[in-house]
């Protein structure tokens, strides 16, 4: 090609260019029958013999409506929540990842549990936090999950670790030396550089008293000296600055672990490891059981233009939500339920949930405290100063002074 | 008469028809072109651009008024800290990865002209990085180098080399995701470069041997300079390739540790889809920085072609 080629190409671009800037933008809104009604969720893994999925079409059924579902990744969703809002052609329902209610609810996506009539006072207030801003709720928490321990209980017998002893930093520390001097490894966890690493982080920064609002408190200093120092002392692996949840589990799953901070849903794995576990809350600094961050989606009702909509939406909603139903969609997704009610239940068919009912009364969710949107404009640096401090390129006094200036802006 | 008629009527209609058709024909041909081009490259650089220059916050966005701000987006990426060394990280990862990806691919291209048995079968086995889905070998590469169990670090400690934190460390973070790059690349160097040495013709190395030049010189100064056409668009096509590389990186270290392995291209994707806040306008704006870069780049090699 030469350059008068190149030459035309560009004219030809140009005036391309400036004659779609008049007619760009505007989507068409998808004209779906009345009766069909669209439900987007990030549970991808069930497919239309789940019970999940059976659970949809019969709400649906009973609402006299066709239920659509489409399942997407989690953190494909919100970006996909959001074009869709832009084009005018949101769900009828959206089940999305509770930190996600806030910045959905800023964009003006999501309608109010007022507008939609839905009831939510049986509902933890602590879950349902997560979802209100500015004094409205956006949704309403299908379930929720946690983080706490699991420890490896041969590896602990072999150290002679009790676990039951372990109620603060400083006894979870000292298990943690007995086990490296016994030969093995001691706690694993996900430091990644994603929000994924932040919400493991969480129960370590809230349990030594940090705010969110300041990170670079000496509480949180602390909570970053005690993962630092694991590291440095070898009782926690590198890996970690690089281990997803996931990773992290399969460190654990293999063996040698004594401890893996990890949550709800590895329960079902945990079976499958072969080796006997037990589960113990994260520990506070001063003792007693630190706040986790919650996990898991609400139940939202995008805005539509056809707001006649609305009314079998409260139905298909109702329907999830119900003690009932709410109960299948927990165990199915190994979940802890949002109502106590339904939590009560849940431990009388397995007491092994106990701790984790326990774990989700103390949790708090991670945009609470009307934090709302300005939650991920603190967790992103947040995640940069424990990854500094954990790679070793900043102490964490200043990874967290310099993290604090960055959320600050 | 009525046939000769019908045919009369029929030809002066189709002369008609043609002379009017002209144009409009020419256009009806144009237009899927014309059509695949505005819809799949113009209105999404202009899209792009438009994202570039506006303030976008996520009601913005899906209201869709928001305020035009000028540069404000690209002022805002280069006061930001993590602006340059993202830009050196990009200029250090692109230009070494091209830098061996080319050489290793033109040893071995050079390697295969001469043939010898099996050598069909090692250059089929050389192409698998190629054909290997990225993020299997991203994933690949990234189980071998962990710190604590990969292979790569129990064949070291079997030598007495100390554990080396090869994602998780800031000192080898860009230097491990540069290697997985490079072997990806080796493929497509070493087809391209080799495909261009069957054009050589075998008389010139002939004659080059008659005047009694060695192995060495019989490269530098005949296989080289007759590969040059060649080098030059494998280099051009190896640079836009490796400037946009995204997909290894973020599998292998997210751009972590704090940057350490942080481009434009994965930097850009953190900001606009990374973060649960997404920020559209800096996101769109470094990706636009990245289509200048590349563009810059294919100016050059056309301006170095009309010079030669």
């Not at chain 1, 007619?23 to 991808?44: H, L, V």
């Not at chain 2, 008609?16 to 256009?27: E, N």
């Not at chain 2, 010139?204 to 030049?213: C, P, S, T």
């Not at chain 2, 990186?249 to 889809?273: C, E, H, N, Q, V």
Request: proline share 5%; glycine share 8%.
């Amino acid at each position: 090609m030469n350059l008068r080629g190149l030459g035309a190409v560009l004219a030809v671009t140009v005036c391309l260019l400036s004659a779609c800037s008049s007619g760009g933008g505007g989507g068409d809104a998808t004209s779906s029958k009345a009766t069909d009604y669209a439900i987007w969720d990030p549970y991808p893994q069930f497919d239309d013999s789940s019970d999940w999925v059976k659970l949809l079409t019969k709400c649906g059924t009973d609402a006299g409506v066709t239920v659509k579902r489409t399942g997407y990744d989690t953190t494909d969703l919100t970006n996909k929540a959001l074009l869709a809002a832009q084009q005018g052609n949101s769900p009828d329902v959206l089940i999305v990842d509770n930190p996600v209610v806030s910045t959905l609810a800023e964009a003006g996506v999501l309608t109010t549990t007022e507008e939609m009539k839905v009831d939510t006072a049986a509902v933890s207030p602590n879950l349902l936090a997560a979802g209100q801003q500015g004094g409205k709720t956006y949704g309403i928490p299908i379930g929720a999950n946690t983080l706490a321990l699991y420890y490896n209980k041969k590896v602990l017998d072999a150290a002679k670790v009790d676990p039951s002893t372990i109620k603060d930093w400083a006894s979870l520390t000292a298990a943690l030396e007995k086990v490296k001097a016994a030969g093995k490894k001691g706690i694993t966890f996900s430091a990644i550089g994603t929000e994924e690493g932040s919400f493991q982080f969480l129960p370590w920064f809230w349990g030594s008293g940090a705010n969110l609002t300041q990170l670079d408190s000496p509480q949180g200093v602390a909570a970053l000296t005690l993962w630092t120092d694991w590291l440095k002392k070898g009782y926690a692996p590198n890996s970690v600055l690089n281990n997803t949840q996931t990773t992290s589990w399969q460190e654990f799953a293999a063996g040698d672990f004594a401890f893996s901070e990890n949550g709800t849903w590895q329960l079902a794995n945990a079976k499958k490891t072969g080796f006997e576990y037990g589960i113990i809350p994260i520990p506070s600094q001063a003792g007693g059981t630190a706040p986790a961050p919650t996990g898991g989606e609400f139940v939202t009702a995008p805005v539509q233009s056809d707001t006649g909509k609305y009314a079998t939406t409260q139905k298909l909603i109702s329907c999830l939500t119900s003690a009932d139903n709410a109960l299948t969609t927990d165990t199915t997704l190994s979940y802890v339920a949002a109502t106590d009610a339904v939590q009560q239940k849940q431990v009388a068919a397995n007491p092994e949930l106990t701790v984790w009912v326990a774990a989700v009364k103390a949790a708090k969710g991670r945009t609470s405290d009307d934090l709302g949107t300005k939650y991920p404009k603190i967790s992103e640096p947040m995640w940069g100063a424990f990854q500094a401090a954990l790679s070793g390129s900043k102490p964490p006094q200043q990874a967290l002074t310099d993290a604090q200036g960055a959320a600050g802006k | 008469m009525t046939t000769h008629a019908e045919t009369l009527v029929r030809t002066r209609g189709t002369t008609r028809v043609r002379r009017a058709r002209g144009p409009w024909a020419a256009w009806a041909f144009l237009a899927p072109v014309i059509i695949y081009l505005v819809a799949f490259y113009a209105y999404p650089l202009y899209r792009n651009l438009d994202l570039s220059l506006r303030h976008y916050t996520v009601r913005s966005f899906v209201q869709g008024d928001a305020p035009f701000s000028g540069l404000d987006n690209y002022r805002a990426v280069f006061d930001d800290a993590t602006f340059l060394p993202a830009l050196l990280h990009t200029m250090v990862f692109t230009l070494v990865s091209i830098a061996f990806q080319f050489a290793i691919g033109l040893a071995l291209a050079v390697f295969f002209t001469a043939h010898f048995k099996l050598s069909a079968t090692l250059r089929a086995l050389f192409l698998v990085p190629w054909l290997l889905p990225l993020i299997v070998s991203a994933s690949t590469w990234s189980w071998m180098l962990n710190s604590d169990s990969g292979i790569v670090n129990y064949a070291l400690s079997i030598v007495g080399v100390e554990q080396i934190n090869w994602l998780t460390s800031p000192d080898w973070a860009l230097t491990s995701v540069i290697i997985a790059n490079i072997w990806i690349g080796i493929p497509f160097n070493l087809v391209i470069l080799y495909s261009g040495l069957q054009t050589v013709p075998g008389e010139i190395y002939e004659a080059a041997a008659l005047d009694g030049a060695t192995g060495w010189q019989r490269f530098w100064r005949v296989t080289f300079p007759l590969l040059r056409p060649v080098s030059a668009i494998t280099l051009l096509l190896g640079l836009v390739y490796t400037l946009k590389v995204f997909d290894l990186i973020w599998i292998m270290t997210k751009g972590g540790p704090t940057d350490a392995s942080t481009t434009l291209a994965t930097w850009s994707y953190r900001l606009s889809f990374g973060n649960l806040l997404p920020e559209f306008g800096p996101g769109a704006a470094v990706g636009n920085l990245l289509i200048l870069m590349a563009l810059f780049f294919g100016l050059f090699y056309i301006w170095r072609q009309r010079h030669d």
